[in-house]
Every structure is written in structure tokens, then in C-alpha cells.
């Protein structure tokens, strides 16, 4: 019986998978001949890309708060899932060039600044920002589509996910307090996960109270996942398996600032709170998975 579980599980993620990775080739698929090499690393800044947490996630909480019945608005929640997509893979090549990060590689292939010089990673980057905001514009119901925007305008600017960066950035050779170093990743992480939850309890029309939990349950997943980077990292000393999106900020980290062991369970007790959140709704062994899968990288 758990082998079945098991196996229904990890076929619907493969298939969701999949119906995200179409939908953004679609949307990476440019008709007209101009400006063929901005495409063409356009294209490469998102396929093949990572493990499609921010959608997948998105897409996973509109099923379990629509009951995994075939609803109305999936291909709304789709297109939502690819336009955060896109917003991420633009804040990747952002963040790898020589001015901000500094990143050679990416998922074991040159950084596209490397590969297309930084005029033109700069310039795809802003397109796939730009072609978010299109893709998002499209919802079928336009109050939710001018929210949705909204919300994704609210995840990106100042006080989210780049405003995040400019923290990152002015902290790299400071001695870091632990508060940073969460606003950090509250930002620059946690935003876009955040605004995925914002936008499934949109399109599902979630009472407030759900929609509160789901951006906790979010976030903590986003913050959850950072510090097992650090442990992971402190812990194997470089060992081979780290995801490659996650670019140490500074000198300090979890583990530094926390120590090894309490840095683990504070982990460890934030997984159990997000597993507890999503307790009183049926339906909800898809989003419990993902907290057993980020629980399994813990040493």
C-alpha cells in the first residue's frame, strides 16, 4: 500500500512536471527571426532548468484547496506557475553576473553572462520579467489576473525579492546578525514562494484564514530549505549535491550563527509546524510530501 502511495505521488509530480516544462517552452518559443541570439539565451536561462519548486508548489496547493477536482481555473494556475517560473530564472542570471554574484556556473553549465557576454544576460533576464508579466496579464477573469500582477509586483520590488539582493549584496563582508541573514532569505527565497501561495488561494477562492496558513506554510518551507543548505554544506565540507541556485550571501551562515545542532532542529521543528498547518485540510498529502522531501536533505 505504500509502495502504491508512493508511486501515485511520484507520478503526479512527473506529470506536472511536465505540463510546466511545455508550458514553458510555449512561452520560450519566438516566431520571428529578429534578435535570434537574445532568444536563444533567453531560452537557455530557463530550459532545462531546476527542480521547479515555485511552481510545482503553486500548482500543488490550487489542487489541494480545489479538492484535485478538475477546476475551471487550472489552466489559470498553470500560467500562473509558469510566470513565477520565468520571474525566478530572471533573478538567477541577474544575480550571477560579475556586478552582483559573480557566478561562473549554473546547474553545471556557463552562467549565461559567460556564455552571451553580460549585455545580452542582462537583456534576457529583463525579458523573461517582462514576458512574466504578459503570461500573468492573460488569466481568463480580469480582476484576478490585475491581482495577481499585483501580487507578483509586491514579491519582486524593494521590500521583496530584490530588495532581498540589495541586503545580500551590502552584507557580503559583514559580520552577520542571524535577523539579516532570515530577512535575507524571507526576500529573496521566501517572496516568490510566498507569491505562489498568494496566487493558488487567488484562484481558488480560499477564505483568509487558509490563505494565512499558506503563506506560513510557504515560507517556512523557503527558510527550511536555506538552512539545510548551510548545515548540509557545513556538514559534508563541500561534498558533491548541493543545489547549485543557492549562492553563499557572506562569511556567516545558519550553522555559524546558530551552531550545528541548533541550526538542525530549529530546522527540524519548523518542517513539524509546517506539517501541522496542513493538518484540518483533506486532500493534503501532495504538500506534505514536499516537507518530507526537504526533511530527507537534512544530515
Given at each position: 500500500m505504500k509502495r502504491e502511495y508512493a508511486l501515485l505521488l511520484q507520478k503526479y509530480f512527473e506529470t506536472r512536471f511536465e505540463l510546466i516544462d511545455q508550458e514553458l517552452k510555449n512561452a520560450l518559443t519566438f516566431e520571428d527571426k529578429y534578435a535570434t541570439e537574445l532568444k536563444k539565451a533567453i531560452y537557455e536561462a530557463v530550459i532545462p532548468g531546476g527542480k521547479r519548486w515555485r511552481p510545482l508548489l503553486l500548482l500543488s496547493m490550487f489542487e489541494m484547496l480545489t479538492g484535485f477536482k478538475k477546476h475551471r481555473a487550472f489552466p489559470d494556475a498553470l500560467k500562473s506557475s509558469v510566470a513565477i517560473e520565468l520571474l525566478h530564472n530572471g533573478a538567477i542570471v541577474h544575480d550571477d553576473l560579475p556586478s552582483v554574484m559573480n557566478r561562473t556556473k549554473r546547474r553545471g553549465q556557463p552562467a549565461l553572462h559567460i556564455k552571451y557576454g553580460n549585455a545580452i544576460a542582462i537583456l534576457a533576464a529583463d525579458a523573461l520579467?517582462?514576458?512574466?508579466?504578459?503570461?500573468?496579464s492573460e488569466l481568463k477573469n480580469p480582476e484576478q489576473s490585475l491581482e495577481a500582477i499585483h501580487i507578483l509586483s509586491n514579491a519582486t520590488k524593494s521590500y521583496g525579492m530584490i530588495g532581498g539582493q540589495v541586503v545580500a549584496l551590502s552584507s557580503r563582508h559583514k559580520v552577520m546578525k542571524i535577523n539579516t541573514l532570515n530577512y535575507i532569505d524571507m526576500k529573496k527565497v521566501g517572496s516568490l514562494?510566498?507569491?505562489?501561495?498568494?496566487?493558488?488561494?487567488?484562484?481558488?477562492?480560499?477564505d483568509e484564514e487558509t490563505h494565512q496558513v499558506m503563506r506560513a506554510y510557504a515560507l517556512n518551507l523557503g527558510i527550511a530549505y536555506q538552512m539545510i543548505e548551510d548545515i548540509?554544506?557545513?556538514?559534508?565540507?563541500?561534498?558533491?549535491?548541493?543545489d547549485e541556485e543557492y549562492v553563499p550571501v557572506s562569511k556567516a551562515s545558519y550553522t555559524a550563527l546558530l551552531g550545528f545542532d541548533k541550526a538542525r532542529k530549529t530546522v527540524e521543528n519548523m518542517l513539524a509546524d509546517?506539517?501541522?498547518?496542513?493538518?484540518?485540510?483533506?486532500?493534503n498529502s501532495v504538500l506534505l510530501e514536499f516537507v518530507t522531501m526537504i526533511k530527507e536533505r537534512l544530515p
Open positions: 520579467y517582462s514576458l512574466a508579466y504578459e503570461i500573468i514562494l510566498q507569491a505562489a501561495a498568494d496566487i493558488a488561494c487567488l484562484l481558488s477562492s480560499a548540509e554544506a557545513d556538514y559534508s565540507r563541500g561534498s558533491e549535491g548541493l509546517s506539517a501541522k498547518m496542513l493538518k484540518p485540510y483533506p486532500n
